[in-house]
């Protein structure tokens, strides 16, 4: 086999911030193994929509390409049968972003194409003759593993997930199947840990401040939220939504939406409330942080990702935005989250040598030490006790004072 430095094209879904911050992550993994990034193409359902940290972060050409997306409700739902609607109203409009794919393929000369979850690069290599070959990277393809849960009830909504998974799988050499926990590889699939971005490696020395972080999707639950903080005002929350940043009262702290602040914030707090997305309940679990997992509403995918992550020691989830089920859980649970963090961070430091074996593999390049698997860091990491200790005492018994710190 050949043991020349590869030449990269990536493929992504635009509009996801967990595959933009995938591809960064698999980056940096490719360039310390001395291969070249040499540009990607970014789908978007909205013309040009690439956001600029990630332009930014991959030091390479980004082109946007108009590419199928979802229809959400005003509640958030997704809506499959709008969506599929939508996209076959637009079908045509999508055959100028093959031929500009094409034409990327063609100038570049990539040895192997790393598609996240971009429909339109499986939509290629079904329609377009080419012979670089593609591996596919998603957590979605851990959906067909026996171990992963697959709830029973909103079959649209499966059948939606199954068939645009497919879809980005179709002729892939290979497909990469990210999890939060090992298991046995599959015919065409390659279990892999979490892709994490490497600037949360850094925030292992955040002081705690004792605080309750909340990731708010939907403006429309700010007042649930606003009402149970009055009702436990000893409870210091941050929350991050797409709303004016305001102090709703000194207990509740409204930020505006940001990637690398909400990170810090992560690290500092003593538990975090989210949506079921697979990146940020795996940065949760790295930091050690539990995470109560609210699945966007009609939302199946994140149905199943938060039993899944519950399964595997994430913390706890609910149906709505109460932060009861929470605090009950830290009261109990400190010595079993610092083992979870303890066997994550283990899982996490393979996923370099998985991942890039992967890819070497597939573009006919002999991965280093042979298979790839467990090849990327040491199994014996260093890891932090779990980020939080049990509430001590407050103006309610709910939680610590605004000034505690839970870190050790």
């Known amino acids: 086999m050949r043991r020349d430095p590869l030449r990269v094209l990536f493929a992504v879904q635009g509009e996801g911030r967990g595959h933009l911050t995938q591809a960064l992550a698999v980056a940096a993994m490719l360039r310390r193994r001395g291969h070249h990034v040499v540009g990607a193409v970014a789908g978007t359902s909205r013309w040009g929509d690439v956001p600029e940290f990630f332009r930014q972060g991959l030091a390479a050409r980004v082109e946007a390409v108009e590419s199928p997306g979802f229809v959400a409700g005003a509640d958030g739902r997704i809506r499959p049968a709008a969506t599929f609607a939508a996209n076959l109203a637009r079908m045509r409009r ?207 995918e994140q149905r199943c990702n938060a039993a899944d992550a519950v399964a595997a020691g994430a913390g706890v989830r609910a149906e709505t935005l109460d932060l009861d089920p929470l605090l009950d859980y830290l009261d109990g649970h400190q010595a079993a989250q610092a083992e979870t963090a303890a066997r994550f961070r283990r899982w996490v430091a393979r996923a370099e040598g998985r991942a890039v074996g992967a890819i070497e593999e597939a573009a006919g390049l002999a991965p280093v030490r042979g298979d790839g698997a467990g090849d990327g860091l040491a199994d014996d990491v260093e890891v932090r006790p779990a980020g939080y200790a049990p509430p001590t005492s407050s103006a309610d018994g709910r939680g610590p004072s605004e000034n505690a710190s839970t870190r050790e």
Request: glycine residues 10%; aromatic residues 8%.
């Open 94 to 300: 999508f055959a100028p972003s093959l031929d500009r794919i094409s034409a990327v393929i063609d100038r570049l000369e990539p040895d192997v194409v790393v598609n996240f979850y971009e429909g339109l690069m499986g939509l290629h290599g079904l329609l377009r003759v080419s012979d670089v070959p593609v591996v596919a990277v998603g957590h979605q393809f851990f959906a067909g593993h026996p171990g992963y849960p697959l709830l029973p009830g909103q079959p649209l909504q499966r059948m939606a997930m199954e068939a645009y998974t497919a879809l980005v799988g179709a002729g892939a050499e290979t497909r990469l199947a990210l999890s939060f926990y090992d298991a046995p590889d599959r015919p065409g699939v390659r279990v892999v840990p979490p892709l994490l971005r490497p600037q949360l490696f850094d925030l292992d020395d955040v002081p705690g401040d004792g605080s309750i972080l909340v990731y708010l999707m939907e403006p429309a639950m700010a007042p649930a939220l606003s009402a149970w903080s009055d009702r436990n005002p000893g409870v210091r929350i941050h929350t991050f939504a797409p709303i004016e940043p305001h102090d709703h009262s000194p207990a509740l702290t409204f930020h505006g939406l940001s990637g690398t602040e909400f990170l810090k914030r992560m690290a500092a707090a003593r538990g975090v409330v989210c949506t079921a997305g697979f990146e940020t309940v795996s940065e949760a679990m790295w930091l050690g942080t539990p995470a109560l997992l609210v699945p966007t509403p009609g939302h199946y």
